[in-house]
């Protein structure tokens, strides 16, 4: 292992420690200190928190039907599949935006599924001239990046549901009475201790009352840092590469203060599903590397090379 990659492990399992230090201590105070329900920026951050899950994983989708050719040995299989499910993720894109935006009852499956065909017909038309090389080497950071958010995510719901921590907005406290009763520290496991009747608020359930350990927003953000892998397949973006750690660094900070700020999660949430994220990024990353050492030659050399890689 290189000494700087040493150097940052280092530093963000130091800043992990400290942060988690203060939120076990503080988490209620941070989050009565921020907390504003109608506050603008909580609320932007809120609302995009798991847009990568949608955004990425259509086009991942588009990736990976561009990047199977004729001489693939099941490509009759293949092919189609990758079709359908380049549709699935439009369909799913859409139903996110609509389901975080819009409420327009039955109408939210008519809108969703004719954009759907929209974003399919213009991701195939658009692309349909494409060097299909490209799309084998982008396939392969597609492939990190699902691989990743299907492993955060995965991870994250699970333990949603085991520790059913209750979200500061829901408490007595942030609602103009006095109290602070359903809080619990990120240590206590909640499962089977919550109060399903609180899931109904004016009339609506609200399946987030009970979600808040660990954010799913902070784990979604952080599995874009699965992407660096993509200064290693184009050297053309090797100067880039700073940006591909600082973005996706930036947007996990400011989606996690919104998510304190909306009450909808406290300093550890968001620090838990942050570490989940980027232990899923570079962990497949580096799996997945290893799996395709003997498949892809520019992994073997560190460098990119025309023609090298092999579909």
């Known amino acids: 292992m290189k000494k700087g990659t040493i150097v940052a492990a280092s530093v963000l399992a130091a800043v992990f420690v400290a942060l988690i230090s203060v939120g076990t201590f503080f988490d209620l105070s941070i989050s009565r200190a921020l907390y504003d329900g109608q506050n603008g920026f909580g609320r932007f951050f809120t609302h995009f928190a798991e847009a990568p899950t949608y955004f990425v994983t259509a086009l991942s989708s588009l990736v990976l039907y561009r990047s199977i050719g004729r001489k693939n040995k099941l490509y009759r299989y293949l092919k189609p599949a990758a079709l359908v499910l380049f549709l699935a993720a439009c369909y799913l894109l859409r139903w996110w935006f609509v389901e975080e935006f819009f409420s327009e009852g039955g109408m939210n499956y008519v809108y969703a599924a004719v954009f759907a065909l929209f974003l399919f017909s213009l991701g195939f038309l658009t692309t349909r001239k494409a060097d299909r090389e490209v799309f084998v080497r982008l396939l392969i950071a597609a492939t990190v990046f699902l691989a990743t958010t299907i492993v955060a995510q995965g991870l994250t719901e699970l333990v949603k549901y085991l520790w059913s921590r209750q979200a500061y907005s829901t408490l007595a406290c942030a609602n103009g009475l006095v109290g602070t009763d359903g809080y619990t520290p990120w240590y206590v496991v909640n499962l089977g201790n919550n109060n399903p009747d609180f899931l ?112």
């Not at 590469?241 to 930036?250: M, R, S």
């Not at 999660?265 to 799996?291: H, N, P, Q, W």
């Open 200 to 311: 109904v608020y004016d009339g609506e359930v609200q399946d987030y009352f009970y979600r808040a350990f660990p954010s799913a927003g902070t784990a979604s953000y952080a599995a874009l840092l699965s992407l660096t892998i993509l200064p290693e397949l184009f050297p053309q973006a090797k100067k880039y590469e700073p940006f591909f750690y600082a973005v996706p660094g930036a947007l996990i900070v400011l989606v996690g203060l919104g998510g304190i700020i909306s009450g909808r999660e406290y300093l550890t949430d968001v620090v838990f599903g942050a570490a989940i994220g980027v232990l899923a990024s570079f962990g497949l990353k580096a799996l997945l590397k290893k799996l395709w050492k003997k498949r892809v030659p520019f992994f073997q050399t560190g460098e990119a090379q025309d023609n090298e890689v092999t579909a």
